[in-house]
């Protein structure tokens, strides 16, 4: 074996800072989970946590929501622009959510960060996001009506809380009692990060710990390199539509790939931005594209800053994928889902057998407000629902999962139920939504709600229109639904009113199968048709009929 | 009842009483310690002291207005035994034959091929026993697999030592 350069770190101790790295940002997020109050945190798991070296790259994200790190990419930039370093103290803490101020991809994703100090320097900082659920029943026209804009600024001082600060944004919530936990339980979160740092700097060396962070973004960089170069070079297109009830039509997106050598390059076009909450401003275009891009290449490159370098992304600027400037962006989640469905369909050229078909290509919300009967206090509750994942070459999609860019856990019915005056009347895989194929595509879910007191309402989703695509002869999944009970009055734009005793049905979309439905296994197929996930008709259309 | 079942002297009995605390609205909960006698005022307090510590210690704050709750209630008995006394075994030499009870054609992905392995039985083998990969060792709640190249050496505790060339 060659000696290493003087310069490099030995690989083992690389490898042993590195799991530190990723168990402290685990660590840090189930400080946030367990300390936290609201459902979305403490059960959904709504949250993300990171390190970030002092030029503001990735060391470490923890595997939680690949959206967030649109929420990271830009903010400790941003704090560096606004905040002098030698005005910065221990126990300062930066809190933001404006997507044009380098804080997010939406405005309920609070961020905190907070400079990690070793002898008397900012070595690292620790971030992390939570989604605050709250900011409900509000316009989407543009920004300013979505929620209170947070830049960059100091929610503690030295270790001191500022009180003013927090107070304003406290007022600006509907739920601030929970909201003032959840900030609470962020704090707990970057605090844990700070310490565990500070501790492996003591343990190994600062010095040692700040090159092994450079080293395993170098690797990331090699990694993804070496998987790209082995994709065959080429231009590779893909086109779709992207719809939303927010909208109320399909827009035309596409996406132009062009591999060469170690290196990638993205190109999306879509429709100008519009007066609609469905806008992605271009961190979120990242997040989405790293995701995609990692997925298909090679999943097991470390989730660190050096996987971007050799990935270039372009999207006219204006567009709903890179909108700019007072754009609305709250429902951006849906649009992030088919900026990674693009991807994929248009990778799946190069290299068919890693990819899978189309997703439920949606983050399914409710998103419902009201007075609390009970205490007279406002209530929201967010609720995102699972649906199909997509065939995969060799195995069937999930049921009911979240995909692509989130990844939140579903609240079980008994506990919705204690804390919101809802009741939920179904929930169950539906029947037939999985594409047909030799692997069969997920299946999207039924959930059914009954209002308990009036409240408004929010639906925002996808692929209500349009259908998820099969791969390689696979058939397409089933659309999602959102049906409103007899005596709702109509939505519009996907927003209205509930009262009591009222109901709405969301239907989670399916996913695409993968491969011929003639090939599918016989005694898959008929496992499938006694279970209820398909129906006799796509029995009939593989060329196995099912024994009798 | 389980002290005598166990055989656990008087002297040797612990019994340790904690409750799984939180704020009312968290998902999880602190344990706390109990102190033993019928629950007073005073001991309710004495518990709301020790949890708001024990969330200061590990989340650095406490939620001054938030209501607490007592979700459960743990008695944990401990008996106090002697440590256990590991005894080595004899050195009873390399030959592992005795042990061997068949073999099985594996696929290697050191020869990329599949090769016939000879199949030891774990509990069988003896101190000082060595085998020379390729070989499997099947136990009970276990499988290793001995690449080619590698050797297994039996110690005198009966571990499993494995040496990679």
Same mark, same amino acid.
Not at chain 1, 360 to 377: K, Y
Not at chain 1, 410 to 426: F, G, M, Q
């Given at each position: ?50 390190? +970030? ?12 929501? @690949? ?15 606004? *905040? ?20 997010? &991809? ?8 907070? @400079? ?6 900012? $070595? ?15 316009? *989407? ?18 270790? !001191? ?53 450079? !080293? ?39 996406? %132009?790939? &062009? ?13 100008? #931005? $519009? ?63 088919r900026a990674a469905d693009l991807a994929i369909g248009a990778?799946? #050229? ?20 009201? /007075? ?10 967010? !609720? &995102? ?31 919705? %139920? ?10 169950? @895989? ?12 997920? =299946? ?62 969301? /239907? ?10 003639? %090939? ?29 | ?29 602190l344990s706390v310690p109990l102190p033993l006698g019928p629950?007073?005022?005073? =001991? ?23 209501? =607490?709750?007592?979700?459960? +209630?743990?008695? !944990? ?69 001995? $690449? ?18």
């Open positions: 074996m060659s000696p290493l350069p003087a310069n490099r770190i030995d690989p083992i101790t690389a490898e042993v800072i590195g799991s530190a790295l990723s168990s402290i940002v685990e660590e840090m997020g189930e400080a946030l989970v367990r300390a936290s109050f609201s459902t979305n945190i403490k059960e959904r798991r709504d949250c993300s946590t990171a390190l +970030f070296d002092t030029r503001g790259t990735t060391l470490c994200q923890a595997e939680h929501i @690949p959206m967030h790190l649109g929420s990271f990419i830009g903010i400790i930039p941003e704090i560096l622009k606004r *905040h002098p370093v030698e005005a910065m103290r221990p126990g300062d803490v930066f809190i933001g959510n404006d997507a044009y101020a380098g804080a997010g &991809t939406h405005l309920p994703d609070i961020v905190l960060g907070e @400079p990690i100090f070793v002898d008397g320097r900012i $070595v690292a900082w620790a971030v992390n996001t939570a989604h605050h659920a709250d900011f409900a029943d509000r316009g *989407h026209a543009h920004i300013y009506q979505e929620e209170l804009r947070i830049p960059p600024i100091r929610l503690y001082r030295a270790g !001191e809380l500022q009180g003013d600060v927090q107070e304003l944004i406290l007022l600006n919530c509907q739920v601030p009692r929970e909201r003032l936990s959840d900030l609470r339980a962020q704090m707990a979160a970057n605090r844990l990060g700070v310490q565990r740092m500070q501790a492996l700097c003591a343990k190994y060396g600062t010095e040692t710990v700040l090159a092994v962070g450079d !080293e395993l973004q170098d690797y990331a960089e090699r990694k993804m390199r070496a998987g790209i170069a082995a994709l065959p070079d080429g231009t590779y297109r893909f086109a779709d539509t992207y719809d939303n009830p927010e909208l109320g039509r399909a827009l035309d997106v596409s996406v %132009e790939i &062009t591999i060469a050598g170690s290196e990638m390059r993205l190109h999306f076009d879509s429709p100008p #931005q $519009v007066r609609a909450g469905i806008n992605m401003i271009y961190t979120a275009l990242l997040s989405s594209v790293y995701y995609a891009v990692k997925a298909v290449v090679d999943p097991t490159i470390l989730p660190n800053s050096g996987l971007a370098r050799p990935i270039t992304v372009t999207a006219p600027l204006g567009t709903i994928m890179n909108a700019t400037h007072p754009a609305a962006v709250n429902g951006r989640t849906s649009t992030c889902q990778l799946a #050229q190069a290299a068919p057998e890693r990819c899978i078909a189309a997703g439920n290509g949606s983050c399914a919300t409710a998103s419902f407000a009201g /007075v609390d009967p009970r205490d007279g206090h406002l209530w929201v509750y967010l !609720e &995102t629902i699972g649906g199909g994942s997509g065939a995969r070459a060799c195995k069937d999609g999930l049921n009911g999962v979240h995909v692509h860019m989130t990844n939140t856990s579903n609240l079980p019915v008994e506990a919705l %139920e204690v804390e919101y005056p809802l009741t939920v009347l179904r929930y169950e @895989p539906a029947d037939g939504s999985g594409g047909a194929g030799r692997s069969r595509g997920g =299946m999207g879910l039924r959930r059914v709600y009954r209002a308990e007191a009036e409240c408004q309402l929010r639906l925002d989703g996808s692929r209500l229109l349009t259908a998820p695509w099969g791969l390689a002869g696979g058939h397409p999944g089933g659309r999602g639904a959102f049906r409103l009970g007899d005596d709702v009055e109509p939505f519009v734009n996907g927003a209205g009113r509930l009262r009591a005793g009222e109901t709405v049905e969301i /239907v989670t979309p399916g996913a695409g199968g993968y491969g011929p439905p003639a %090939e599918r296994d016989p005694v898959a197929v008929e496992r499938d048709l006694a279970d209820g996930r398909i129906y006799l008709a796509t029995a009939a259309a593989t060329s196995c009929e099912p024994r009798r | 009842m389980w002290f005598a079942d166990a055989g656990i002297a008087a002297n040797a009995q612990r019994i340790g009483l904690s409750v799984d605390m939180r704020y009312a609205g968290q998902n999880y909960e629950a007073t005022p005073t =001991m309710i307090d004495e518990l709301g002291v020790s949890f708001a510590a024990a969330h200061q210690r590990l989340y650095g704050f406490v939620a001054e207005d938030e209501p =607490m709750q007592l979700v459960t +209630f743990r008695a !944990e008995a401990t008996g106090m035994v002697r440590k256990a006394d590991l005894r080595q075994s004899a050195d009873a030499g390399p030959d592992a034959r005795a042990a061997a009870f068949g073999r099985r054609d594996v696929w290697l992905r050191e020869t990329g091929t599949f090769v016939s392995c000879p199949l030891y039985d774990r509990a069988r083998l003896r101190a000082g026993n060595r085998i020379n990969g390729p070989a499997i060792v099947e136990q009970m709640d276990a499988t290793t697999l001995i $690449v080619p190249g590698a050797t297994a050496t039996v110690d005198p505790y009966l571990n499993l030592l494995l040496e990679l060339p």
